[in-house]
């Protein structure tokens, strides 16, 4: 299990840069306009959105887990507490495959809890599902990692 940061930034080569020369690591995964970084320590998935025009640098917050049986569990858990506000499953998103719980906090920031379950990429041109709860955007608009 690994928290996720996702981020807004305005120049994505300037963002890698910075990051990479942060967390000493290069990137996960690159695409136009995307790029995550598998942080092993300390544990974290750092994902950046190159999106000038956003108001906020927050995207949105996550949870990466390994394991179906531990997305399940929180997705369970999230239900019995009324604070569920989706699930997806086998979703396309940031160039890979995933199955999520999303939450939404009072202020409303998104929370996801997620499992990859194919890190290939996806086609450029395919729609991909956006941190607005599973709503299909044009691929070049901000989805979430």
Known sequence: MRLQLALNVKNLS???EFYGKLFDAEPHKQRPGYA???IENPPLKLVLFENPAA???LNHLGVEVHEQNELD????RLRRSGILSSEQTETHC???TQNKAWSQEPQGL???WYRITDDGPIDADAPLAS???GKVQEATDVCCA
């Open 14 to 16: 300037e963002a890698i």
């Open 36 to 38: 995550n970084f598998t």
């Open 55 to 57: 108001d906020e640098r």
């Open 73 to 76: 569990s929180a997705a369970e």
């Open 94 to 96: 940031c160039h890979a």
């Open 110 to 112: 998104s929370w996801e």
């Open 131 to 133: 941190a607005s709860f």
